[in-house]
């Protein structure tokens, strides 16, 4: 069976190095062998022997041997395009990107399922770890009841070194794209953009959510948070994390990614650097954890060959279906949650207007962990004690 890569970055040349590292396992594990034959790509890259570079998609899509595309530009604007041609012709597309799955992969869907052609993304969310097919297969038949992960390698790795060397967001950032963990542009991670995106596509995984609902997601990423905010989060007893969440509803589903407070004891606490963890419940099975690397080269190209593993076994057999997408998004604004939220100096004004469980004070420093409210009254409550003048941190949901 033939196979085509295109775009040759770090995920696209993982994908061609593993498919041959791996020849015989993979070829073992499909009960055929498996041949890059090209690489679309508009850049001079290096390719293994034997494999073609070229910049004509059209081309390689109208070679009838080829059976997949690979799918690792990234972003929505040509990716869109060559997967739109790929699934008109019926040819299986495997991908990682996330923004084109979340932003366009309801229609990408529909297509693919009109055309009888396959369209997978295990490797959009969590890197390596392997979760979107559990979630659709092994748990299939538990009602999930709600998720909360740490979806994004690069700002849990920013948060680790903040933690662990007390070093500035700043300092951590600068290190992280040093050590080539953060995008060239490393919004999408910081502001929560790309956490956001694997929500949307975990939360279809798991309740049935449109993918396009991703925009309506509320979300807060950690370019505010400072040191003195994960200080507060020790003083409570648990560490800052960026958490995404969700949650099965009488309406439909619920969800945020926000900065976190995670106690100590929590699954999720001891997931440090650039792994991920996610801690799914269903309502027969109880509480799952996946946990390993959520981003890189061999690790996300290895979910990729996974998915070429279930095309390939199933390749004569018609798509299977994915969860219907008709489960509705609810904003979150009832739903009941407690925060940690730091306080320097006077927490009198705080106490008075919000009702608080515990306070822990080191110095100025005060950490407090509110009772359990509608989330839509606690922002409020917050937005009156700043303008009475007191100085917050960012607000920790806590998971607790
Ligand atoms: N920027 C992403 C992350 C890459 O840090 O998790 C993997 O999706």
Redesign the pocket.
């Known amino acids: 069976m033939k196979v085509a890569i295109a775009g040759y970055g770090v995920v696209g040349s993982g994908v061609a190095e593993m498919l041959i590292k791996n020849r015989e396992t993979i070829a073992q594990a499909i009960g055929q062998d498996i041949c890059l034959e090209y690489v679309v790509d508009i850049r001079e890259v290096d390719l293994p022997e034997d494999v073609e570079l070229t910049d004509d998609i059209d081309r390689v899509l109208g070679d009838p041997d080829v059976k997949v595309l690979f799918e690792t530009i990234g972003g929505a604007r040509i990716a869109y395009e060559y997967t739109q041609k790929a699934l008109s012709r019926g040819i299986g597309v495997i991908t990682s990107n996330?923004e084109l799955v979340a932003t366009r992969g309801d229609e990408l869907r529909e297509l693919a399922r009109q055309k009888g052609a396959w369209y997978l993304c295990e490797a959009a969310v969590c890197?390596g770890v392997p979760v979107l097919r559990p979630l659709k297969t092994d748990l299939a038949g538990n009602r999930i009841l709600h998720l909360n992960g740490i979806v994004?390698?690069?700002?849990n790795f920013l948060l680790t070194r903040m933690e662990e060397t007390r070093m500035t967001f700043n300092a951590a950032l600068a290190e992280a794209k040093s050590l080539g963990y953060l995008?060239a542009d490393p919004t999408a991670?910081v502001d929560g953009l790309?956490a956001r995106r694997k929500l949307a596509i975990l939360a279809n995984a798991a309740f049935g959510a449109r993918l396009s609902d991703d925009r309506l997601i509320p979300t807060t990423g950690i370019g505010r948070v400072t040191q003195r905010d994960l200080h507060a989060a020790r003083l409570m007893g648990g560490a800052l994390k960026l958490i995404a969440h969700a949650r099965r509803t009488e309406e439909g589903w619920t969800g945020w990614v926000h900065p976190s407070f995670v106690p100590d004891g929590h699954p999720l606490v001891g997931v440090r650097d650039?792994f991920n963890g996610l801690c799914v419940n269903g309502d027969c099975v109880g509480d799952v954890m996946f946990y390993g690397q959520?981003?890189g080269r061999l690790p996300t190209a290895s979910a990729l060959i996974g998915d070429l593993v279930e095309l390939a076994r199933n390749l004569d057999r018609p798509v299977s279906c994915d969860v219907l997408p008709v489960v509705p998004f609810v904003a979150p604004d009832e739903e009941p949650v407690r925060a940690v939220i730091r306080v320097e100096g006077d927490v009198l004004p705080l106490c008075e207007a919000i009702p608080v469980e515990d306070v822990r004070s080191d110095g100025p420093l005060n950490a407090v962990l509110t009772t359990d409210m509608p989330l839509k009254e606690l922002k409020e409550r917050i937005g009156i004690v700043r303008r009475m003048g007191s100085e917050l941190g960012v607000p920790l949901i806590g998971l607790c």
Do not use: H, I, L, P
């Open positions: 996330k890197g994004n390698g690069s700002t995008e991670d790309d650039v959520g981003a």
